[in-house]
């Protein structure tokens, strides 16, 4: 994909500007621009790399009912406007047709759009920004995301061509504020999967960063999946982790190579790493009390002082903590320290793995105005 193009598809109406009771803007006089869309459209256009699309429909363009002589210096007007802003459109298209044609150039239709249907273009990354549910569908046609502008006006309802609950999975963000979606794009896409199979386990994991918490992991061991649940939780990341391990032999090697793969997962879903906190936490659980600092430096090293009196914890053998977190650290190519003490056994390896979800939040955060490398070396 790095060499692939991403792009936004912006409507007009509605979108850029606001839309007219009589959904045509034929007259300077009908013509607001949308609040916020100059200063963060420009900061999408100036700082992230989509290639910017216009596409709208103008009903009857050209016809009686939509002169040509009053659409042009208004949508000309528009378009200098942005420019002069740094926003330029690599390409505009306009639908000229009515609803009742059914024409496959009007959106929710890709005709006009065939050209990104190649290579060269990321369409799996890239938006479909709009106020109309054509627009929605329109993203799901290309195989990409919407960012529904919904200002409750319900345009576009009766010209859909699946059931509105449909759209729901491919409407990434709601909000006519420019500045959320600004911020959304900007963040966007920390989220990664990998399939890991060997002779001895079968690993599936898929992690979205800036998730919610919420987890779906079977490991086959019980308390792993409980400490791991731990991690999604604590850390507000979406974490699903499948293994097939053989447990038949022991439960090294899942847990091992789940350490690995997860180690592996971090490394991608981070990227470029722009903008991250970088570092560490602790915390308190009843009798105990846990230490976990966290360097996602590009370095992979544990420190790990945490003893154990008992041989299990639960169905998880508790010289496997160690060679867990250490496999981590090799995957995610990370500096990981780790100190616990206490007398539950139960407790004090919750608090480590609630510890490392919140110090893995904590350095994982980032500042959408300062999205720099915190590192002097220009790399991590």
């Known amino acids: 994909m790095e060499n692939k193009k991403r792009v936004l598809f912006i409507d007009r109406d509605g979108t850029i500007i606001k839309e007219t009771v009589d959904e045509q803007i034929d007259a300077f006089e009908k013509m607001i621009f949308y609040p916020k869309s100059f200063t963060f459209l420009g900061k999408i256009a100036k700082e992230l790399d989509y290639e910017l699309v216009m596409i709208t429909n103008q009903d009857g ?16 007007f528009i378009l200098k406007s942005f420019e002069n802003e740094g926003v ?10 009515f609803p009742h044609e059914n024409a496959n150039t009007r959106k929710p239709g890709t ?8 290579d060269d273009y990321d369409l799996e990354n890239s938006f479909v920004i709009g106020d109309r549910l054509t627009d929605m569908e329109l993203a799901k046609n290309l195989g990409s995301k919407g960012i529904f502008i919904n200002d409750e006006t319900n345009l576009g309802t009766g010209e859909i061509t699946v059931k509105r609950d449909e759209l ?54 019980a308390f792993f999946d409980h400490m791991l649940d731990q991690l999604a939780r604590h850390g507000q990341m979406d ?17 091992e190579d789940t350490g690995i793969a997860l180690g592996e997962v971090f490394h991608m879903a981070l990227g470029n790493k722009l903008g991250i906190e970088r570092y560490g936490f602790c915390l308190p659980m009843d009798d105990c009390l846990a230490q976990s600092a966290i360097d996602f430096g590009g370095r992979n090293w544990l420190v790990w002082d945490a003893d154990f009196k008992r041989e299990m914890v639960g169905d998880m053998p508790t010289e496997m903590f160690h060679h867990f977190f250490k496999s981590f650290t090799d995957g ?34 980032r500042d959408v105005e300062k999205m720099v490398l915190p590192s002097t070396k220009g790399v991590l």
Do not use: Q
Request: aromatic residues 8%; charged residues 30%.
């Open 88 to 97: 330029v459109f690599d390409k505009v298209f306009l639908d000229r047709t």
């Open 332 to 365: 995610a190519k990370a500096n990981l320290n780790i100190k616990a003490e206490g007398t539950n056994e139960h407790h004090k390896i919750e608090a480590i793995f609630k510890a490392f979800a919140k110090s893995i939040k904590m350095s994982v955060k």
């Open 239 to 255: 974490l699903m982790i499948k293994v097939d391990g053989d447990l038949e032999v022991d439960e090294h090697h899942t847990i």
């Open 168 to 221: 729901d999975s491919h409407i990434a963000i709601e909000s006519n504020d420019w500045e959320k979606i600004y911020e959304f794009l900007k963040l966007n896409d920390r989220t990664a999967e990998i399939h890991r199979k060997t002779n001895e386990t079968d690993i599936a994991i898929k992690l979205n960063l800036d998730g919610t918490g919420k987890s779906d992991i079977k490991t086959g061991l």
């Open 111 to 118: 005709g006009l759009l065939t050209e990104y249907f190649s």
């Open 61 to 76: 363009l050209g016809t009686d009912v939509f002169p040509e002589d009053t659409f042009w210096p208004v949508h000309n």
